[in-house]
């Protein structure tokens, strides 16, 4: 097994200070006692239409692009460059560190590359400095404008929508995810943890991902196993006698919601592993 500086939440945000350098000093701030308000008439609220309008388009630009030129917002979409036409594809939702940004998160996790064609990644841009938490969070409609995008111009499949981030962008992953459990899949959460938000909000069940360090300077890896813990209460996983998965991870799939949680502590700070890309393709490659 493998493990990667410091964080303070706001009233609305998450803000992270500092990297992998050995800071130290952190500030809790308030827990969000509030539940996700979807906005109106989107994805978020609604779930994904019974027929993907995208399934039946052709000539959908592809390679790496640009989001605000596609008018979707900020951040950076990749689109395998052999699309099969009618073929849905899986999409991973990527958020940043907080005062990162999306290319420097996609040079990260690497993921694009991991999926080698197999799936849609957007990396995507906060609207502010750091991800929001907040009820009526500005992060959640950008995320709902790039899903009803990906909807109308590609076939992806719904039903294997996955959130992925990195410290402040992981606890936003978490929160936005076990908000709205019909619209994802699964999450994978790098140096995360769930305790700035309201945890009565997550009820469902949900495959789930944990990859962090432990040396991890700003979220102790005591905040990841209990996130890990409850995604397994949650799932009704069995605790007993998980398997290897992958080379960094351990697999618990004895889960009486038919869901899967994987966990990938490793002797690191708080970063993303060289490996985090290809453990999460494989997670997301095995969650049906």
Sequence with gaps: MHLPALLSVGVLGIAAVGCSSGDSGFDAGPVQHLCL???????????????????????????????????????????????????????????HGAGGNAEETRAEFQLDGAADGGAIVAYLQSSAATWNIGQATPDARRVDVVLQHLTESYCIDPHRVFGVGFSAGAVFGLYLTCNVPAVFRGVASVAGTD????????????????????FDAAFAITQAQSVR???????????????????????????????????CPW????????????EIWRFVSEVR
């Excluded at 305790?195 to 432990?214: E, K, L």
């Excluded at 970063?271 to 890309?277: D, E, H, I, K, L």
Aim: hydrophobic share 35%.
């Design 229 to 263: 813990n409850r995604y397994l209460g949650r799932d009704g996983c069995s605790v007993a006698n998980p398997t290897d998965a992958g080379a960094d991870c351990q697999e618990y799939a004895a889960c009486t919601s038919g869901e899967r949680v994987d966990w």
């Design 195 to 214: 305790d700035r938000f309201d945890i009565s909000c997550c009820t469902s069940p949900q495959s789930a991902i944990v990859i962090h360090g432990s």
């Design 267 to 278: 002797n690191g700070d708080h970063s993303v592993p060289t490996w985090a890309g290809e």
């Design 37 to 95: 308000l979807p906005p109106d008439g989107g994805i978020l609220a609604g779930g994904f239409p019974s027929a993907i309008p995208g399934c039946s388009q052709s000539g959908q630009p592809t390679g790496v692009l640009d989001l605000k030129t596609l008018g979707w917002g900020d951040g950076v979409l990749v689109v395998p460059e052999m699309l099969t036409p009618g073929a849905p594809l899986p999409v991973l939702l990527v958020f």
